[in-house]
């Protein structure tokens, strides 16, 4: 069935996360649409790259959306299944470019918590996760891309709990601490895509999503925005034949890409 | 006092003043101690899961959950544990998903925190109850790359690792067992994280097949098996099925458990429920749904849960029944050799449980 509907939000920042991914590449993946954005790269600019998955799977054959990383399509007929240490070690070790993980809360300095949303560690408002392998990929990988929804509450000047280390304090704080590559380079959000100004590493608009404003962007974030100089660029938008190849063949049961009924 | 010493800070901030309690998992001597005192004879070492958890889980002992949460995991043994009434459990594992309805029996007590959940089924608002109900307190939080290389470390042989995770996180001011330290061979300033090998009390393990004197085979994610297994005081395998010995040397090319490792033998089909089981059985998804959805929002609706599969069912068997038998293995088989590329593709798609939808089906 042909399906012409305007690309919803999930499925743009699938899009979006997708074009971060340059070709001949290693790509670490986490749950949801991360995965969604890596095989959708593979489909499209991306034919070449090799996706990794913290359980160990790395390198399968393409099969369906994984229901949980652990899960066998991220391991199909893998030439070989990595154990959980040496899974991390090929990102410290060099061998993974770019990582995607998404995030309950991020700071301006790309600082992320997925432990407990209060300040009372003992008795949180919510629990949540706790690290799982955000804190090392976030540690550790060349270049990382975070992706989640946008709101105040989400985007707080101080995070409740420093999960994993983005850009600290900012300035060269995250070297001093001993972390190793760039850190944070992106978030992806419903507004637009963020980066961090090269000297005070604070989070800066990039590009907005059509039809929104830094005003609007500004309201959904709980710390003042950097601007860039200049007029702010809007995101390129995924095509027709892009989001037919999202919804045809790589999330077809809309998994994680369809937006939840109420 | 105490032989080890633990960052001040993290007791602080974890609010423990019994350090003592930490001791177990770090305790190379302990372990060694334990190791050598082995039956190193290779014997027919299988029992019943009923008479391995009896006999080889203690009060009070650490637990390393195995697997990947609820890949190839040995959930049955956990539900065991549980039937048995065994207290105050330290549990460790990465992910260590399935303590969170183990606190609600009793069973587990204490908390060295890696992952909680399951993925994208939402967040566990069963552990946060329990966290603030004070019937779970958390001895140590870390990633999952941080337990796997104190687990390394251990099967190495190594008395821990300089690791660059966790630096400059919160992750480290809550974990007694780790020291940041200075690289001693960088001039410049490089901060590195000290982590300790790492001993669980026990560790069961559920393994495609093993042979009867505990040599077991594992396919698919072995995640921290291999070091777990090397590390732990007591090994107890269970597996889906027992194979010769012949089978293992000549065959099972691929990631294997000496069987001196092991302390005990289990035949236990279907051992890794509700999980999946590379080459055997998919999920039930709908089961993980209904927890994470409808159980785990209420301590009515968990014990509730609770009492239907885990006290409510007496062994594997009767569980595998309730998921829907007969036609659940047939489906859960299918679709597992077809997600691993081993039957022709089928179609994924199936009826989600939500709070307004039961689809009443386990497949």
Known sequence: MENNAPANPLEILAYILSAQIKDNTIVYVGTGLPMVA?????KTHAPNITMVYESGGQDPIQGGMPWSVGGPFTWRKSPVIMEMAYSFGQCYNGYV???FLGFAQVDMYGNVNTHMIGDDFHKPK???????GNNDLTSLAENMVLVGLQTPEKFPEKVDFITSVGHLRGGNSRKEAGLLGNGPVAVISQCGVFDFEPETKRMRVKSLHPGMTFEIAQMCTGFELLKPQGEIPLTPMPSPDIIDILRTEVDPGGVFTSLPQA | MGVFD?????LENLK???????????DFEHARTVHLKKDRSKRDKRISLKEAVAEYVQDGDVVLDTGFGYVRTCIQSHFEIMRQGKKDLQMIGAPNTNQSYMIVAGSVRYSHNSYIGAEMRGTDRNYTRQLKAGKVRILSEWSHGGIAQGLKAAQLGAPGVLSKQMLGSDIVKYNPYLKVIQNPLKK?????????????DVTFIHAQAADKYGNAYLYGPTVNDLAGAAASRKVIITAEEIVPEMDIRFNKKGSIIPFFYADAVVELPYG???????????WPRQWWEKLMRFSAVSEENIKSFIDEWVFGTKDQIEFLEKLGGAKWMIEA????????????????SYQEYTINNDPGIFY
Not at chain 1, 38 to 42: H, S, Y
Not at chain 2, 16 to 26: A, F, K, N, Q, Y
Not at chain 2, 333 to 348: L, M, P, S, V
Request: hydrophobic letters at 35%; proline letters at 10%; charged letters at 25%.
């Open chain 1, 38 to 42: 890596g095989i959708l790269a593979r």
């Open chain 1, 97 to 99: 470019d770019i990582a």
């Open chain 1, 126 to 132: 919510a629990r949540l996760t706790g690290s799982g």
């Open chain 2, 6 to 10: 633990y960052s001040r800070e993290a």
């Open chain 2, 16 to 26: 423990i003043d019994d350090p003592g309690i930490l001791d177990r998992l770090v």
């Open chain 2, 188 to 200: 410049e300033p490089d901060p590195s994280v000290f982590i300790p090998a790492l001993y669980p």
């Open chain 2, 272 to 282: 890794a429920l509700p999980g999946s089981m590379p080459g055997y059985y998919y």
């Open chain 2, 333 to 348: 088989r299918r679709q597992t050799k077809a997600a691993e590329g081993d039957n022709e593709d089928i179609d994924f």
